[in-house]
């Protein structure tokens, strides 16, 4: 049993709401269990984990979205307002959402591999069971991540997903190159998630608590010790800024992307993104204390917003050269980290004003980016492995001529590589452009230019791999895709021109339903505080009242897409006048 | 079935035949492929059919009230819905993309009388059409042509685009589907693309058609910058209300300034004057593209898109005078040169220009209803031409030039009898579908301020007899000649007649919506104005209810009689010249055949002029396709030499950075390591600087 859970059972007494609300982590224990039961029962099948695996996914996946689509009131007691071990909201349900599709689609990728007739060095067939107890475990990990405001539990959280990833990454143990790449995943891990403690250590030293919506409310009426808020939530934030591959803790992205085999290296490169992003985004919604410390907040703001503009720049510089695919890849996937950082870097900023509004923008740029990314990312890497299933080879060599070898991968394989770019009609130039637009409209215009600059450059080697498929034939044979391989290609081509064409208003709306949800979450939590800080002068007013006292222009509560530039332009000043 | 839903089933059922057929047909169903497409048109047809009932329910229910609100025009309450009342729907299918504050540009559909008439031609002669082709796209031993179902998937997406845009209920879906039929127009036209005359014709239409929708994207650029919104009704009626209040806020210029920028994608899509030039080269697509797109439906978006923007175009007299007079223009101009050509399909492509001059001539003295009533016949009797000329051309072995072959009525009756009838409505023999859209149009044009519109639309109206029977006469009549390589003349198969002969019933018929019975009238029979003005009068109350339109005095009102019998000597002046021109042709081209060549011989350059198209194609080339190259060239040199350079020198120093990048990369722990300490000390020393 996972200690998260212990705890949780020893403090919480569970009413059946509440039950059903974190119905979505019972799904992957379930399926842990399942597993190993099937294993004692029918021996070690493949196919039976393959499928109890893949039923497991798809039950969880649709507990969520229960969740996800049900009315904002069903989560009971574990709201982070009650400061409970465990927060089971609509926000952590999306992401959990997000892990399990993933998770669906990898064991369909996992499924073609064992299929394509690798040796057993390189597919182990005989050991699915422990595979699938290590994807399991890491995707329970990376569900409670987005699950608890808890520090104690976020470390657990961020260990549980972080073990098993180290383990799975060695999974193909006689290959030199994993076992490498395992080592070097563990010893990153191991120094970053020192830091991230060292953090949480001092946060709790000096506020006696581990719960960081108390923390946060403490702030809020007694301002924060500037220094120390600074270097503890920054260190704090170290574990997870390794989770997304920031820069500079990115360097055990490549190399384990390349050691890891396919479709691991395609869980990591999405999921452990994604539970990363709603980690941040959780310590965001707790902490609002802009009010109470804005130069504390400013300071960790630009030092994100910096990390973001290095992360992305540094990704793609990177990519420039490489000829490995899953090592371009991962740059790739480094980069895109850092678009999606630099929006969470607008988040940080606007934290904890009234003017954010209900769904900012940036907010819902990060959902929007992190579900196309899910798709267009998975796209891509199923095409380079299915070339390697047929070739043996990932380098991008293997890809040449591939529009006369494989038409339809070729094409599939343009446009996830277009997307990427963010070249319309592409989801990923929409998921890009309503980014843009956040940064836009938070008036910070070098991460504008710094993105689009990237964007750029990230095109040169993109392109390169279209040049190398569609202009540089070398007489490869042909390749047979397999037919689950193409219907998973196409439903992942067709999802990502839908939302780059008839579906951008779908995509925007979708995510700014579940910006909404996350805030449902944070608003009341502030509300349950208004009464006494409405003491202080600068306060903060559920009315839409500008929390400067000077400036008290009233601000309409818009729902849009727009939030009140006004106000914003009091915000980016404070800025300037804290730098 | 709700309105709603039959108006989303509408476009996507050729859209899933067409789907299907591009999905599976290569593969799975060959040359059957045409199945689906006919399925999903025909299905699309009924829907429209229901829609019609639906809304003609409504109409007639609140007949009384609306005749009511277009009589006391004055007295409407600006905030109501201009003239519409119940009649028109707008469904907001979803919302599209976000514009700016809280804004949705949304994928709007619009049900009106407007559209559904629209909707009724499309698809009518779109199911005809597919039908045609199932016999068209095959060879004399049944067997498909190459690329049979990419044909039908296009066809399909043609219909599906042409719903789009006669659907649309905001100006950027109208774009939409006004791209997406200019597409579609592009791949058929280009559909034997290994003809390189066929491929130039693609390619000359696309650029042309360019021309206009540059302007036309612009003129809904300013509709956005000036009203804040695309969507129809909310436009309108700020037109309308503007113009009633009196209101300066919406001058007179702009409002010119937008019709005129609209008119500009009507004159590129609907080929008039200057930028017709891309219609007669379209023509080496297959003939029921021809007939389809470039006679019945597609050129006629620029006629729909003025009588859409009824309101917007009454509102600027100057935009109306243009409009008409270009129509004027282009129907005179091309009746010419449809007097020398040869070729039939040419000469039929000179046609359709000339009538979709006539339309917009219509368009231009403010007579909305007759222009779509003549839209809406010359449809039928325009498609079954094409298709008729089709027909002769399946059975020359694709020979099409009349100096070729005669006397075609015995081995092929069916195509003759559909050719002829069709060939008499579009001279305009009374009783026959386009005398009575005609005739009104004329009419109009002479009862309004500028008479001299209606006198070029009469000589046209001669000239258009005289080249529709001379091509009748030429290769129908006479003695029996077949081209070389074809040994005997034979009729079609039933799955191109069929369609010709409903075509043809069409032709004789479909006029008779559009006149109502009383007395004193034509013959003693026939007036004007009938139930199809009176569907379509809320959709143009608005436009003509203002005084400027000349067509008011007639438009207030459209109960029968009001066009009074003073009409009726034009009526019976048409019929004459219909039939003195058909008279000629026969005296010329079976009585004494060498009239024609005296007369070219005797006029020497006008009938050079005529043969050679007025040299415009010449003149184009010389005075923008030359340069423009030139130009090109100079840019491609500078592309190559100038930004090509710079951007190796852009790209050298990520390059450079990436190499370097990569040197650190070298899987070493220690490096990494050392990397990520001086990272996180620089970081932290900044935060503990800034904190």
């Known amino acids: 049993m996972p200690t998260g859970l212990l705890i949780l059972a020893d403090m919480w007494m569970p ?44 039950v969880t996946g649709w507990m969520a979205l229960r969740t996800v689509m049900s009315p904002p009131t069903n989560w009971a007691g574990l709201s982070p307002n009650n400061s409970p071990m465990f927060v089971a909201d609509q926000f952590s349900a999306f992401f959990v959402l997000l892990v399990s599709v993933f998770m669906l689609l990898v064991i369909g990728m996992w499924w073609m591999g064992q299929n394509a007739g690798l040796p057993e060095r390189l597919s182990r067939k005989g050991d699915s069971v422990e595979f699938f107890i290590l994807l399991i475990g890491s995707a329970f990990g990376m569900s409670m991540m987005v699950s608890t405001t808890n520090l104690l539990m976020i470390v657990l959280a961020v260990e549980m997903a972080s073990l098993p990833s180290y383990a799975i990454t060695a999974f193909r143990k006689q290959h030199a190159k994993a076992a490498e790449a395992g080592l070097k995943y563990v010893l990153f891990g191991a120094v970053t998630s020192a830091i991230m403690i060292y953090g949480a250590s001092l946060l709790y030293g000096h506020y ?21 808020m600074g270097v503890s939530l920054f260190a704090f934030m170290v574990g997870v800024a390794f989770k997304v591959s920031a820069v500079p803790f990115h360097f055990w992205c490549p190399d384990v992307f390349e050691g890891a085999a396919i479709e691991v290296t395609t869980w990591l490169s999405v999921a452990s993104k994604a539970a990363g992003l709603g980690l941040m985004l959780r310590i965001i919604s707790v902490l609002t204390f802009k009010i109470a410390s804005p130069e504390t907040l400013n300071t960790l703001a630009t030092a994100i917003a910096v990390m973001a503009a290095l992360t992305c720049t540094v990704g793609n510089l990177s990519a420039f050269r490489q000829t490995n695919m899953k090592r371009l890849l991962a740059f790739s996937s ?201 003491a202080r002068p600068d306060s903060v007013n559920e009315n839409g009242t500008l929390w400067n006292g000077q400036n008290s222009t009233t601000v309409p509560n818009n729902d849009g897409w727009h939030i009140g530039l006004a106000a914003r332009k009091v915000d980016s000043d404070r800025n300037k006048n804290g730098e | 079935m709700e309105l709603k839903t039959l108006a989303i089933l509408i476009p996507l059922l050729p859209l899933a035949g067409s789907a299907l057929v591009g999905a599976i047909g290569l593969r799975g169903l060959k040359d059957r492929s045409h199945w689906l497409v006919l399925a999903g048109v025909t299905a699309a047809l009924f829907c429209a059919v229901s829609l019609f009932y639906q809304v003609n329910t409504e109409l007639n229910r609140g007949g009384s009230e609306t005749a009511a609100a277009i009589g006391a025009h004055a007295q409407i309450d600006p905030s109501q819905q201009v003239g519409y009342g119940k009649l028109a729907e707008s469904f907001t299918i979803y919302e599209w993309i976000p514009a700016g504050a809280a804004d949705w540009l949304n994928v709007t559909f619009r049900v009106d009388p407007l559209t559904i008439v629209m909707l009724l031609t499309v698809l009518s002669v779109s199911t005809m059409v597919v039908m045609y082709s199932v016999g068209y796209m095959r060879d004399h031993h049944g067997h498909a042509e190459l690329g049979y179902e990419r044909f ?111 008119f500009c994608g009507a004159m590129g899509k609907s080929a008039q004057l200057p930028l017709h030039v891309w219609l007669p080269d379209a023509m080496e697509g297959p003939t029921p593209v021809s007939a389809l797109i470039h006679a ?57 220009l000339s009538q979709l001059g006539y339309m917009f001539l219509g368009l231009g003295v403010g007579a909305f209803d007759s222009a779509m009533f003549h839209l809406y016949t010359h449809a039928f009797f325009k498609a079954c031409l094409f298709l008729g000329a089709g027909s002769v051309m399946h059975a020359m072995a694709g020979e099409i030039d009349i100096r070729r072959f005669s006397g075609l009525r015995k081995a092929m009756p069916i195509t003759y009898f559909t050719f002829l009838i069709s060939g008499l409505a579009l001279a305009g023999v009374p009783l026959l579908s386009a005398f009575w859209s005609k005739d009104e149009i004329i009419h109009a044009a002479l009862a309004s301020s500028t008479p001299w519109l209606g006198w070029i639309g009469l000589v046209t109206a001669f000239l258009t007899a005289f080249y529709t029977f001379r091509m009748i006469f030429m290769a129908f009549h006479n003695e029996e000649r077949l081209p070389r390589g074809v040994e005997h003349a034979h009729e079609s198969g039933v799955w191109m007649s069929a369609p010709l002969v409903l075509l043809a019933i069409g032709a004789v018929f479909a006029g008779y919506v559009g006149v109502t019975t009383g007395h004193g009238g034509f013959l003693g029979m026939f007036e004007p104005h009938g139930a ?85 194609d010449e003149l184009y080339d010389l005075v923008f396709v030359r340069p423009l190259r030139r130009l090109g060239d100079m840019c491609y040199a500078c592309d190559r030499f100038v930004i090509n350079g710079i951007l190796w020198i852009i790209a050298a120093i990520p390059r450079a950075i990436g190499f370097l990048l990569r040197g650190w990369q070298q899987g070493a722990m220690q490096g990494y390591a050392l990397g990520m300490v001086v990272g996180l000390v620089v970081i932290m020393w900044w935060v503990l600087a800034n904190a």
């Open chain 1, 334 to 534: 480094i980069a895109h980290a850092g678009y999606m950082l630099m929006a969470v870097a607008i988040v940080w900023m606007n934290n904890g004003s009234p003017t954010e509004g209900v769904a900012h923008p940036a907010f819902s740029a990060i959902v929007g980016y992190i579900s196309v990314y899910l798709v267009m990312n998975l796209g891509a890497f199923l095409v380079v492995a299915m070339v390697y299933w047929a070739t043996g080879s990932e380098s991008i060599d293997a890809m040449n001529g591939l529009m006369r070898r494989s038409p339809l991968l070729a094409v599939m394989m343009v446009v996830f590589l277009f997307s990427l770019v963010g070249l319309p009609p592409m989801g990923g130039f929409m998921a890009k452009l309503y980014l843009l637009y956040a940064l836009w409209d938070a008036t910070w215009y070098s991460l504008v230019i710094v993105a689009v600059f990237n964007t750029l450059i990230s095109l040169y080697y993109y392109a390169r791999v279209a040049r190398a498929m569609v202009f540089s034939d070398d007489g490869q044979p042909a390749i047979r895709v397999p037919m689950v391989g193409q219907a998973l290609a196409t439903v992942c081509a067709l999802v990502v021109l839908y939302t780059g064409t008839v579906g951008a208003g779908t995509l925007k709306a979708f995510s700014d339903d579940r910006a909404k949800d996350l805030y449902a979450v944070v608003k009341p939590g502030i509300a349950v505080h208004t009464a006494a800080e409405s």
């Open chain 2, 296 to 352: 019945a439906t597609m050129v006629t978006a620029g006629v729909y898109m003025v009588a859409r923007c009824s309101v917007i175009f009454a509102a600027s007299p100057i935009a109306m005078w243009i409009v008409g007079a270009i129509g004027a223009a282009t129907a005179l101009f091309a009746a010419t040169i449809a007097l020398t050509q040869f070729d039939m399909k040419r000469i039929l492509a000179y046609s359709t």
């Open chain 1, 15 to 58: 009413s059946a709401d509440d039950l059903a609300a974190i119905g979505p982590l019972w799904g992957f224990v379930g399926t842990l269990v399942a597993i190993l039961v099937a294993a004692l029962a029918v021996g070690r099948n493949w196919r039976v984990t393959g499928m109890l695996a893949a039923l497991g996914a798809a």
């Open chain 2, 152 to 262: 039908f998937a296009f066809l399909g997406l043609f219909v599906f685009s042409m719903c789009m845009l006669v659907l649309a209920g905001n100006f950027l879906l109208l774009y939409l589907g006004w791209e997406l039929v200019g597409l579609c127009s592009y791949l058929l036209i280009g559909f034997y693309y290994q003809k390189p005359s066929a491929a130039a014709a693609a390619k000359k239409a696309f650029l042309v058609n360019r021309i206009g929708d540059f302007g036309f994207g612009l003129g809904i650029l300013l509709i956005y910058l000036t009203f804040n919104t695309l969507d129809y009704q909310e436009v309108f009626n700020m037109v309308a209300n503007s113009k009633m209040a009196g209101d300066l806020a919406l001058s007179t210029e702009r409002i010119t300034t937008i019709a005129l920028l609209l």
């Open chain 2, 532 to 616: 199809f003005h009176h569907f379509l009068a809320p959709n143009f109350s608005d436009a003509k209810g203002h005084e400027m339109t000349v067509a008011a005095a007639q438009g207030v009102a459209h109960g029968a009689g009001e066009h009074g019998s003073e009409s009726h000597w034009l009526m019976w002046l048409s019929s004459g010249l219909a039939f003195y021109g058909i008279f000629n042709a026969w005296y010329f081209y079976t009585r004494r055949p060498g009239i024609p060549l005296a007369i070219a011989l005797a006029s020497g350059s006008v009938y050079k002029l005529f043969y050679h198209k007025y040299y415009v």
């Open chain 1, 208 to 228: 006696h608590t581990l719960d960081l919506a108390e923390i946060g409310r403490t702030i809020r009426i007694e301002g924060a010790p500037t220094l120390l």
